[in-house]
């Protein structure tokens, strides 16, 4: 079956650059998630998107901007990178109601 | 404030030697509580969803159950493969977000 994928899994930047995260949810999903995991924590809640709206907000740094498409992928944008930012992104899908949400495979940042 | 608190932090048992974890919560209202599992450096993989007290769920060696303030996943004669960091996360009645306790470290000796 397919899964929700992510690219690219590993990614290294400098401070103060750049990075952007891309997501491809499961088809016919229409709900997207973006989450933060550091080292050793629990994955954080960013934001989300149904039908190419923002539907919830959470811990995203204001140097973080998100965006659905309108073929459903989504992409994360980080900005004056730092190297606290270094973690583990995941992105996840569902349906309308998220009674059941999947996970992708994670994309490792390392800010240098 | 929505809370999720597993335990215990970190377990360790012997091939065939059941147990169980625990997911204590404090939400406004309770739209859906779910469990995965998460290898070192993976994605979170979808376990189960439990949405009202007293409902319960089975996969393979995996038993959840729910009641009003806590979940409990039943892990009968684990194998070494179910080694695992094992999450819970709530979702609130108001939000499709998941809001996630810091997991149980598991860890299954042959």
């Known amino acids: 079956a397919a899964g929700v994928i992510q690219s690219p899994r590993h990614l290294i930047k400098e401070k103060r650059e750049t990075a952007t995260l891309k997501c491809y949810p499961i088809?016919?999903?229409?709900?997207v998630y973006w989450y933060q995991q550091g080292p050793g924590q629990d994955p954080q809640f960013l934001i989300s998107?149904?039908?190419?709206?923002?539907?919830d907000k959470g811990s995203i740094p204001d140097r973080f901007s998100a965006q659905q498409f309108s073929d459903y992928h989504s992409e994360l944008n980080m900005s004056s990178l730092e190297l606290g930012d270094s973690a583990l992104y995941f992105c996840?899908?569902?349906?309308?109601?998220?009674?059941?949400?999947?996970f992708g495979e994670g994309s490792w940042l390392t800010v240098v | 404030e929505d809370q999720v608190t597993q335990s215990p932090e970190a377990l360790r048992l012997q091939e065939g030697e059941s147990s169980s974890l625990n997911c204590s919560y404090t939400?406004?209202?309770?739209?859906?509580l779910f469990w995965y599992r998460q290898d070192p450096g993976k994605g979170p993989e979808f376990l189960f969803t439990?949405?009202?007290a007293g409902e319960e769920k089975e996969k393979e060696r995996l038993k959840a159950t729910l009641t009003k303030k806590e979940s409990f996943l039943h892990i009968t004669a684990p194998k070494p493969e179910d080694s695992a960091t094992y999450l819970c996360?709530?979702?609130?009645?108001?939000?499709?977000?998941?809001?996630f306790g810091s997991g149980t470290r598991l860890l299954v000796r042959p």
């Open positions: 996840a899908s569902s349906l309308k109601g998220g009674n059941t949400i999947y």
């Open positions: 088809p016919r999903h229409d709900t």
């Open positions: 998107f149904y039908e190419k709206m923002q539907s």
């Open positions: 939400v406004s209202g309770l739209r859906g």
């Open positions: 439990l949405y009202s």
């Open positions: 996360a709530v979702q609130a009645d108001s939000s499709y977000k998941l809001i």
